[in-house]
């Protein structure tokens, strides 16, 4: 089976950490997003991937390469200017002559893809998309069906006096490559807005997957933090936190103080300093060659590499980006910073705030 993955999109209520970081390549439990998606490919018996990039095409080249080092066949498709989710397919050009998965690259999912396939080739669709409930559709795209899974209409970011289901599209699609000659080359094209009303229009045969399998679309800060508690708390089946026996994972050549307190879950990465009498109230997940230093506590956050926290300061329900140094005494509370921020001595950034990259609070 073949694959196109779609890496696009400004990730605008991420902004913060998505200037730097695409986000496909944002960790989770500090491995990039993506890596779980290729490896479940690749447990499918997927291993021709095409990657649809839009913007920061190097870091996800830097980081898989041709994927060998992965055991699939990856190959990169380079917009010169966002084309849309469809458009960016049909850049892929012809990489599709078969049925072709295509995916969303923010939903951390345990879609049965094999299943999915079967049930494709089963209905004889032209197009299948899988589907998952959720609270609130307005953020979705929603999708009604008949009983035979058959979709009837399809509705992108639905008003709340247009939702008649709680059933939205997964952000997972099977199609036939002659979806392909609906979609103009080179033009800005979205399959949500555009190539699904349109199959619907001309009668094609487009079937739903609906499953209640562990779903979540990782682009709002909430949604970051919640897919972090679902796997540490085994709600995936792609993530066994330490076997269920203790309650913190570290990587390698870690220094943690004795003095220092450690609750709930915590995973935290190769080469970090934990200082004297530090608490960290999980679930938190900190990063490589990280320094949390005397007296500071971090209670449920997320740091990414290379952070570096000076004694005293506090930290709750935060993103912390790479590079990023926290002065002595600051207090931080639900923010998001972005990469190589500098919170001076002191500082309290309070709940809400999203600080860019290459900030200095002073
Ligand atoms: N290559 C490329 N080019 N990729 C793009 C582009 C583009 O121009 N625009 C968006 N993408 C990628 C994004 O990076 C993301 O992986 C995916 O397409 C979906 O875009 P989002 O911006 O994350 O859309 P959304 O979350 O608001 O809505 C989509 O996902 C929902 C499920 O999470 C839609 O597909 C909804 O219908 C769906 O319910
Ligand atoms: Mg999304």
Known sequence: MKAVILSGGFGTRLRPLTINTPKSMIPVLNIPFLEYLIKRLKSHKVSDIALAVSYLAEPIKNYFGDGSRFDVKLSYTVEEIPLGTAGAVKNAGGFIDEPTLVFNGDVFTDLDLTDMMENHKRNKAMLTIALTPVEDPTSYGLVETD?????????????????????INAGTYILEPEVMSLIPAQTNCSFERDIFPLLLR???????????????????????????????????????????????VTGTNCIIHPSARISGTVVIGNNCIIGQDVKINGPVVIGSNCQISNYSIIDDSILWNSVHVEPLAKIKHTIIANDCHIGSGSIIEQAVLGNNTI?????HIKAGQLVSPNTIVS
Request: proline fraction near 5%.
């Open 147 to 167: 009983s035979n899974n058959r979709i009837l209409r399809f509705l992108e970011k639905p008003s709340p006096d247009e939702i008649t289901t709680n059933m």
């Open 202 to 248: 001309n009668k094609e045969d487009v079937f739903a997957y609906p499953t209640d399998c562990y779903w979540m679309d990782i682009g709002k800060p909430e949604n970051y933090f919640q897919v972090h508690y679902d796997l540490l708390n085994g709600k995936s089946n792609q993530y066994h936190f330490n076997n269920g026996r203790k309650k913190m």
């Open 343 to 347: 919170v001076g001595y002191g500082k």
